[in-house]
């Protein structure tokens, strides 16, 4: 659509420039008539035929790109980045409370938001089996979860002897 547009953009400007070429030309042949002696073998006459043939050219080579566009140009495609921002950037670990993760809140499921509600409750960290006990969820259930926060960069975990302890980003 764009390139359409723009297209017939400057197939208006081309045409605009060929009445200027006209226009130009019509008075420059007006001048040199009159002041011409020597008729149509002054030097003039043919610098005029030079000159509106080089515009003309110049013209048409705008017109063809016009008609490129208008035809032939394909469309870009947009393609937007979708970055997501950590909670981490403006909470500290000493000022962890539900407020500072509210807006994160907000968006998570049911499940989700336990889970990481029980995070907040033991200060940022805990570890998975604890989490297990906390929620009364199952341990595979407790995994998908933490694996779809930690896919939201909300949560991190990290292994510890036969275990993982669990980190608010």
Same mark, same amino acid.
Request: charged fraction near 10%.
């Given at each position: 659509m764009r390139n359409k547009i723009v297209g017939f953009l400057?197939?208006?400007? *081309? &045409?605009? @420039?060929?009445?200027?070429?006209?226009?130009?030309?019509?008075?420059?042949?007006?001048?040199?008539?009159?002041?011409?002696?020597?008729?149509?073998?002054?030097?003039?006459?043919?610098?005029?035929?030079?000159y509106t043939n080089v515009s003309a *050219? &110049?013209? @048409?080579?705008?017109i063809l790109v016009g008609l490129y566009l208008v035809f032939f140009g394909q469309e870009e495609k947009i393609i937007t980045k979708v970055q997501t921002k950590t909670v981490h950037d403006k909470v500290s670990k000493k000022e962890i409370t539900k407020t500072a993760y509210s807006n994160v809140?907000?968006?998570?499921?049911a499940d989700e938001k336990i889970v990481l509600?029980?995070?907040?409750e033991n200060k940022g960290s805990i570890h998975q089996s604890d989490l297990v006990n906390a929620t009364d969820f199952n341990k595979v259930k407790v995994t998908r979860i933490l694996d779809k926060l930690e896919g939201q960069s909300l949560i991190e975990r990290r292994r510890r002897g036969m275990t993982n302890i669990i980190i608010l980003k």
């Open positions: 400057v197939i208006g400007i *081309a &045409i605009l @420039i060929g009445l200027i070429i006209f226009l130009f030309n019509r008075g420059l042949t007006e001048i040199v008539a009159e002041s011409c002696t020597h008729g149509t073998t002054c030097p003039m006459w043919g610098t005029i035929d030079f *050219a &110049i013209m @048409i080579f705008v809140l907000s968006t998570l499921e509600e029980k995070l907040i």
